[in-house]
């Protein structure tokens, strides 16, 4: 009897000791005796990536969360079961200080790049499990910004702790059936009770939300319009809500349904009635739009850490498979069509990577106190950039490495479609890609001009000797000054036409400022490491073109 042909699945080792990427930049930023402390912890949630939590993530992937609206007594319970993945990560995310790590501090302004890594090591193993998490961190951030001592002594210590039996998540309750980005429509009113004190004023929301995620959180913050305020955002303001009273049920809220998403299905996303649910004030009685801004700049970073982690997981699924699979006589890896295909998307990767833990420093140095005011511009412009470009280059990342299978990639019980369909949501949430090229217009402010992006950018070039990266270096410089010049000629010109422009200018602020970073990181390779991949992967991502403005 002869035995027919079995094809080795992809596989995949500790995903920390295997991420050339990850280990050379955190050799750069860190001084050796921090990175020789944080290093173990950090192996150790790369072997559970590659390990426990992917084998786990495998097995439960038929797996959703499931709503049961009614107990047999006709009761109304609203309850969702989490899938068993997303109850183990939980726990390990909670043990492993996946959210804690930033407020620890033990680093000063390194603790966010450490808590970046972890999640970056964490979030493709899990299914999408980063969404709670950077909510959680989010609402952490924006009590501790607000200065309402009451909620951050009520919610932060939970929000942050390592104990999973009290660790609460946070939800984001902000889309409404009339506005998804335009937030200022809201609809959900805000009725104060009578008899409060200025000290502790309740109020109570009337409402439907249409799109909320991780709705199974402990507490959520939320837009709404206290009555009598003016319309527009300016009339809204964050509430701070706990969704389940002392004996589990939920605080007049309603779960009407569970949301049939294309992707990130491990996520409960639910349409939610607020019928008069207690919630209090977190700061002043407007502009909750304004407010709630630390909370979604957080989120977009996770986004763009959720778009780097993915794009790394496909990668490294496709690069040992193309070892494995046979064709034509050889290995794939021995196709030079092949390689170069894989080794594009590897430098889109590493471009996007050094884009988004260049943010995570300029947040850590902010949450720090440690920026100078050109800085922290700096961070504003970067922040929506980062979503929209890191984004982007994960949907046609992700898009590619499903092709690289072949069949195979187009086949759920392998796994891989679950790539593309969740790295879908990435440009989508947080806001959309055009919406954050218009936030990108708005943090340039006033004066209209991107110089001190350029000056900046300038400044990290200077470190580039190697002739093969100079030329490239004075490209990104000749590509920021287009677009200044662009900025420059839209000048005062009819709100269409610059708006017109804002995706492309945007993109090509993005592109050009992950060039320049992914230079100046493969000179310091080169110097420190004499390793010429980063090299390889900034000249060819330079090729793929970084200037979208025309």
């Known amino acids: 009897m002869t035995t027919s042909f079995q094809?080795?699945?992809?596989?995949?080792?500790?995903?920390?000791?295997?991420?050339?990427?990850?280990?050379?930049?955190?050799?750069?930023?860190?001084?050796?005796?921090?990175?020789?402390?944080?290093?173990?912890?950090?192996?150790?949630?790369?072997?559970?990536?590659?390990?426990?939590?992917?084998?786990?993530?495998?097995?439960?992937?038929?797996?959703?969360?499931?709503?049961?609206?009614?107990?047999?007594?006709g009761n109304r319970i609203d309850k969702i079961e989490l899938t068993?993945?997303?109850?183990?990560?939980?726990?390990?995310?909670?043990?492993?200080?996946?959210?804690?790590?930033?407020?620890?501090?033990?680093?000063?302004s390194l603790s966010r790049v450490h808590q970046c890594a972890l999640a970056y090591l964490f979030a493709?193993?899990?299914?999408?499990?980063?969404?709670?998490?950077?909510?959680?961190?989010?609402?952490?951030?924006?009590?501790?910004?607000?200065?309402?001592?009451?909620?951050?002594?009520?919610?932060?210590?939970?929000?942050?702790?390592?104990e999973p039996a009290e660790f609460w998540t946070a939800g984001q309750w902000m889309t409404e059936l009339i506005g998804g980005s335009d937030v200022g429509e809201t609809e959900t009113i805000a009725r104060e009770q009578p008899g409060n004190d200025s000290k502790a004023r309740e109020f109570r929301l009337y409402g439907r939300k249409w799109f909320t995620s991780a709705v199974t959180s402990q507490i959520a913050l939320t837009l709404a319009r206290p009555e009598g305020n003016p319309s527009g955002g300016r009339g809204l303001a964050l509430f701070y809500i706990e969704t389940r009273d002392e004996n589990g049920r939920l605080r007049n809220i309603e779960i009407n349904r569970l949301k049939d998403k294309l992707g990130t299905r491990k996520l409960p996303t639910a349409?939610?009635?607020?019928?008069?649910?207690?919630?209090?004030?977190?700061?002043?009685?407007?502009?909750?739009v304004r407010n709630i801004a630390p909370l979604l700049n957080i989120t977009r970073l996770w986004n763009a850490i959720s778009a780097v982690a993915l794009m790394r997981r496909g990668l490294a699924l496709a690069f040992d498979y193309a070892r494995k699979r046979v064709a034509f006589g050889s290995p794939l890896a021995e196709k030079a069509l092949h390689m170069d295909t894989l080794m594009g998307l590897q430098a889109e990767a590493e471009?996007?990577?050094?884009?988004?833990?260049?943010?995570?420093?300029?947040?850590?140095?902010?949450?720090?106190?440690?920026?100078?005011?050109?800085?922290?511009?700096?961070?504003?412009?970067?922040?929506?950039?980062m979503k929209l470009t890191t984004a982007r280059q994960a949907v046609a990342v992700a898009s590619e490495v499903l092709e690289s299978f072949g069949g195979a990639g187009y086949v759920e019980d392998t796994g891989l479609p679950a790539l593309l369909r969740d790295s879908q949501v990435l440009p989508i949430w947080e806001g959309t890609t055009n919406v954050l090229a218009l936030d990108t217009l708005r943090a340039i402010g006033p004066n209209e001009s991107i110089a001190p992006l350029i000056?900046?950018?300038?400044?990290?070039?200077?470190?580039?000797?190697?002739?093969?990266?100079?030329?490239?270096?004075r490209s990104a410089l000749a590509s920021l000054n287009h677009a200044e010049g662009w900025l420059r000629d839209t000048e005062g010109s009819d709100r269409s036409t610059q708006e017109a422009g804002a995706r492309r200018f945007a993109l090509t602020l993005g592109r050009t400022v992950e060039l320049a970073l992914l230079l100046r990181h493969s000179q310091w390779s080169q110097d420190h490491e004499h390793d010429s991949r980063a090299t390889v992967s900034a000249r060819r991502f330079a090729q793929s073109g970084i200037d979208l403005i025309y």
């Open 7 to 73: 094809q080795a699945p992809p596989a995949l080792d500790n995903q920390y000791e295997d991420d050339r990427v990850l280990r050379s930049y955190l050799a750069r930023v860190f001084p050796a005796e921090i990175l020789s402390e944080i290093q173990p912890a950090l192996s150790e949630m790369g072997r559970l990536a590659g390990g426990e939590l992917y084998q786990l993530q495998l097995a439960d992937r038929l797996n959703e969360p499931k709503l049961t609206q009614w107990d047999a007594w």
């Open 84 to 108: 068993p993945l997303w109850r183990v990560a939980e726990r390990i995310a909670v043990e492993h200080g996946v959210v804690a790590k930033a407020y620890e501090r033990k680093h000063g």
């Open 124 to 162: 493709p193993s899990t299914d999408i499990y980063s969404c709670p998490l950077a909510m959680t961190d989010g609402a952490a951030r924006t009590l501790l910004a607000s200065g309402n001592q009451k909620l951050i002594e009520r919610a932060v210590p939970h929000l942050i702790t390592r």
């Open 271 to 288: 349409e939610l009635t607020l019928a008069g649910t207690p919630a209090q004030l977190v700061v002043g009685t407007t502009d909750g």
């Open 351 to 385: 471009a996007a990577f050094h884009l988004t833990f260049y943010v995570a420093e300029l947040t850590g140095r902010s949450e720090a106190d440690e920026l100078e005011e050109h800085d922290a511009w700096l961070l504003r412009l970067l922040t929506p950039i």
């Open 455 to 473: 000056s900046v950018t300038s400044r990290m070039l200077e470190s580039v000797q190697d002739p093969h990266l100079v030329d490239l270096a």
